[in-house]
């Protein structure tokens, strides 16, 4: 079976002023299906361009992406947006709720730029937030909610469209270490349904969850190791 | 993305903001409620001309004696007397031949009573033809014959209001008036005309000119203190009949190449003319301010989308996260901009129908709703919000979603 992601050689390179900046500087790497994945590195170390590329949201300068078996490196706009609302689940770090709209609202959203018609996008949308234990709260705003409460609603937005990666940028950085650990329960659940988890951090102890870490320094991957992930389990 | 839901978050979307929102669509308001304004009230005005027009009969000119000089001061139409009842014949030998008819006209409000009710109207002493002119017939009895109408016969037709004011329900016809203390017998009633810029067409009563000289006035006298009505055969020949009437009396009247005439003969076709021309002028007018009002409408709408897409840079990107394409963004603040507009229309439809509506009674005028005025104002309305919220919308779709997502409100 291919590999979920595969990246050869991808470079990035931005224009700042009159320097050319070298974000990416060649970066081989695969991720297979059904695994967690942890990407770590210090501020400048190129995650955040890495994460980017990987959720389409950017495009290489030079090399190659392939996204479940097909080339998303030279895509459209058009056709990038499409891949990302099939494939990609984003989380934030800043959560990135829609302000003054209701938690369910926020989760169909995603279904509405699927051409999803409304009964059915309640419908899941409902399901994906009963998945993350906010079935309570689905009328709720965003404003009403704690931090950890809004990241499960972005949670159940990244799993309402079934999309195969879920792609968690920093997603307990605003959160304290109790809700962090409810949020990584939440992530680990996912991984046991088969779904592949992307964490971009640079917290070791949030690296810790994901049974692969990768890190990244100056634009290349300096370590890339298994291990035994930390098992996030919800007091009962 | 199905465009009832994208309909919903432009109202929503819309909504949120009402001040904001109100405050955009005042231009767009305005300027079609301008434009259905300017549009419902012209009819109104015109065909109020019209209808003067109308009641006068067509192919009319109206004769008056000409004004009183004295020490230089001209007194107004009619203050002096040089009309004769014998150029009246004159006229009427057949010399003219564009006139067809011609009916003297004297005037004058008086009490009239019935055995059981008075009123004040407007009694009318003129011969049979005056009913021709005016294109006015008999609902109950008859008018004159012209017999009657050239006699000195104590009867009178009755206009639809004198009937009801006086006789209320019951047939007035072969019932007694009395006008100014004198009885007449009620031979007719006119068909109503209704209510025209001038009052009431129907309160009015016709009596035989000569019947009118000896109650109403000193006695026959020489001159006509009047008007005279003439009809003309045809549309066009207005202005040859006027100058054979004016060299006829011109004649009669010995005047020198130099006098003045010593009468006027106006026509009224020119008159509602020269008003529906003048009234074209300032709808015309009306229209281009109308016009700049949409266009500074327009202008606020997209100054306030701009400020929309600014405000919204990180719901734009997290919409381009989870999956919406550039032309989703695109659509969704067009149809935005296009609510707005419309939804301005629609008020400024309102608005406009109900200054007009407000005019027409002030005025006396009839209110139209111009329904295709309106269909076109209400396109236009949309126009204007798809125009200029197109480049907003435009730069809403090319936002990068990794600097949008970054954006700090």
């Not at chain 1, 300068?61 to 706009?77: H, I, P």
């Not at chain 1, 959560?95 to 899941?124: C, D, K, W």
């Not at chain 2, 076709?269 to 003048?278: L, P, R, T, Y």
Request: net charge neutral.
């Amino acid at each position: 079976m291919a590999a979920l992601i595969e990246m050869r050689g991808v470079e990035r390179t931005y224009v700042m002023g009159d320097n050319l900046v070298h974000a990416l500087c060649g970066v081989d790497l695969t991720i297979e299906a059904g695994s967690s994945i942890a990407i770590m590195g210090t501020s400048g170390s190129g995650k955040s361009t890495m994460m980017n590329i990987m959720g389409c949201l950017d495009q290489p300068t030079r090399g190659s992406y392939l996204l479940n078996g097909k080339d998303v490196a030279r895509l459209t706009r058009t056709q990038l947006a499409d891949v990302r609302g099939r494939m990609i689940g984003f989380v934030f770090q800043s959560f990135n709720l829609l302000s003054r709209t209701s938690a369910l609202e926020n989760v169909e959203m995603p279904l509405m730029y699927q051409g999803i018609p409304g009964r059915e996008r309640h419908r899941r949308a409902l399901g994906a937030l009963a998945a993350v234990n906010l079935a309570d709260r689905a009328d709720h705003h965003s404003s009403q909610l704690s931090g950890g409460q809004q990241q499960r609603v972005a949670i159940a937005r990244a799993l309402v469209g079934e999309a195969p990666i879920i792609m968690a940028d920093e997603p307990t950085g605003n959160l304290d270490s109790k809700t962090s650990f409810e949020v990584m329960a939440i992530l680990q659940g996912l991984v046991r349904q088969g779904k592949t988890v992307i964490l971009v951090t640079h917290e070791a102890d949030i690296a810790a969850y994901a049974s692969r870490v990768v890190t990244l320094r100056d634009g290349l991957i300096i370590d890339d190791k298994a291990q035994t992930p930390v098992k996030a389990e919800v007091a009962a | 993305m199905n465009i009832f839901t994208t309909l919903k978050l432009a109202l929503r979307a819309l909504w949120r903001n009402k001040v904001r929102t109100l405050l955009t669509m005042a231009g767009i308001v305005f300027g079609i409620g301008a434009v259905i304004a300017m549009v419902s009230g012209g009819q109104g005005a015109q065909q109020a001309v019209k209808d003067v027009f109308q009641s006068l009969g067509t192919n009319v000119l109206i004769l008056t004696n000409g004004s009183q000089r004295s020490f230089g001061a001209a007194g107004g139409a009619g203050s002096r007397q040089s009309l004769t009842w014998d150029d009246l014949k004159a006229l009427q030998t057949g010399e003219i031949t564009t006139i067809k008819w011609i009916a003297p006209t004297l005037q004058t409000r008086t009490q009239v009573a019935s055995e059981e009710a008075n009123w004040n109207t407007q009694v009318v002493g003129t011969t049979a033809i005056w009913f021709q002119i005016r294109n006015w017939a008999a609902v109950q009895g008859t008018v004159f014959d012209d017999d009657t109408g050239n006699s000195n016969a104590k009867v009178a037709v009755i206009g639809h209001t004198v009937a009801t004011q006086l006789y209320g329900t019951s047939n007035p016809v072969g019932q007694t008036i009395r006008i100014a203390g004198q009885p007449y017998e009620v031979i007719g009633v006119l068909a109503s005309k209704g209510q025209g810029p001038m009052g009431d067409y129907d309160d009015t009563l016709v009596i035989p000119v000569k019947t009118y000289e000896q109650k109403l006035s000193k006695g026959l006298a020489k001159y006509i203190n009047g008007q005279v009505l003439i009809s003309m055969v045809t549309d066009d020949s207005a202005e040859r009949t006027m100058s054979s009437i004016s060299g006829l009396l011109r004649d009669r009247h010995k005047l020198d190449a130099s006098d003045e005439d010593d009468f006027r003969i106006r026509n009224p076709a020119e008159f509602a003319q020269a008003q529906q021309d003048s009234t074209q002028r300032i709808a015309t007018l009306l229209a281009i301010v109308a016009a700049v009002s949409l266009f500074v409408g327009g202008i606020g709408v997209m100054n306030i989308m701009l400020v929309s897409v600014i405000e919204r840079t990180r719901e734009i990107g997290i919409r381009m996260a989870v999956g919406a394409k550039p032309i989703d963004v695109m659509t969704q603040f067009l149809v935005e901009s296009l609510v707005l507009a419309v939804l301005g229309g629609m008020l400024g439809l309102a608005l406009g129908a109900g200054a007009a509506k407000y005019m027409a009674g002030y005025f006396g005028w009839k209110f139209f709703f111009p329904a295709t005025t309106a269909a076109i104002a209400f396109l236009v309305a949309g126009g204007v919000g798809v125009v200029f919220g197109l480049y907003p919308a435009i730069r809403a779709s090319r936002l990068d979603p990794i600097t949008a997502l970054r954006y700090e409100t």
